[in-house]
């Protein structure tokens, strides 16, 4: 069994920071992609950003310069910087990985349970 714990979510001002942490813990051989998504009332989710086992990174528009991934492989942690957070900001972020529990098995996406953000004005 495989969970994605996230943590560091809460209510900043605008113009302020937050880390988010996720942590993947169960039956891993590996993780390859990790990510963070957010989804506010009404809308999609959205992918904000993520990171390869390398390190290559991909950030979506509305973050990219604000926000910085990171990851832990030793902990099988991955992290969000948010910086200059805006009231759009608002939501709940999740994290994904694709994990591979065994050896020769395929790789499956997993989910965090997500974590609120709220930025006030």
């Known amino acids: 069994q495989v969970q994605l714990v996230e943590s560091g979510g809460g209510l900043v001002q605008a113009g302020g920071s937050l880390r988010l942490s996720c942590a993947a813990s169960?039956?891993?051989?590996?993780?390859?992609?990790m990510g963070w998504y957010r989804q506010a009332p009404g809308k999609q989710r959205e992918l904000l950003a993520d990171?390869?086992?390398?390190?290559?990174?991909y950030y979506a528009h509305s973050v990219k310069g604000r926000f910085t991934i990171s990851r832990d492989n030793a902990k099988n942690t991955v992290y969000l910087q948010m910086n200059s957070l805006k009231p759009e900001d608002t939501a709940v972020y999740y994290c994904?990985?694709?994990?591979?529990?065994?050896?020769?098995?395929?790789?499956?996406?997993?989910w965090g349970q997500g974590t609120q953000v709220t930025v006030s004005s």
């Open positions: 994904a990985a694709l994990i591979t529990v065994s050896a020769g098995r395929g790789e499956y996406d997993y």
């Open positions: 169960g039956s891993i051989f590996s993780i390859n992609a």
């Open positions: 990171i390869t086992s390398g390190g290559t990174t």
